[in-house]
């Protein structure tokens, strides 16, 4: 699996439709202070359906859509569309190249495709959750975010690691299974009690 192509389009600087071609292995983007490089990873992180504002370097999330400047116009919408390869089927999904488009209005109201069809966030959340890009997007390292992570505490750090890994999703379903089997096991104790007074 590897990312092939991003689409920008009113999305923070990138008014014009703007179509970025990656390839497998590593990818640069370079380009002078302000120029948008930053942007581009908010768009990927706001395409797998980041939900935090802050995360994108905002103050609101309608701060995505192009703004307008001295020359032009702001927008009314924002859209970004992530073409994924899935020639090793990393993604459960029936298809060898997998897009999602994310759109968002100034009304904030919000869109979903997964290849051209209307979907919930949760579907495009669970598409990639098994691809080690979690809901935490810890596959995202911004600025300054190595350091964070280099600093954390152990069990922070194996907190990260874990959910790139795929792992924290079943601790938490497995701690989930614990609490519900020991509000089970107290309610057989009190059955066997209830019955007992009955006898
Ligand atoms: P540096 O190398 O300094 O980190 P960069 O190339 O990463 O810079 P970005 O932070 O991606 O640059 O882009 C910043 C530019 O994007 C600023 O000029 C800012 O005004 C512009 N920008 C951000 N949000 C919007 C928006 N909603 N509408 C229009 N322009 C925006």
Redesign the pocket.
Known sequence: MHLKSLTLKGF??F?SATHLRFEPGINAVV??????????V?ALAWVMGEQGAKSL??GKME???????AGRAPLGRAEVTLTIDNTDSALPIDYTEVSITRRMFRSGESEYEINGTKCRLLDVQELLSDSGIGREMHVIIG?GKLDSVLQAKPEDRRGFIEEAAGVLKHRKRKEKAVRKLEAMGANLNRLTDLTAELR
Not at 31 to 40: A, L, R
Not at 63 to 69: C, H
Request: no cysteine; net charge positive; aromatic share 4%.
């Open positions: 923070k600087s008014a380009g002078p202070n302000g120029s948008g490089k930053s942007n581009v908010d370097r905002g701060d995505v859509i192009f703004a307008g400047t600025q």
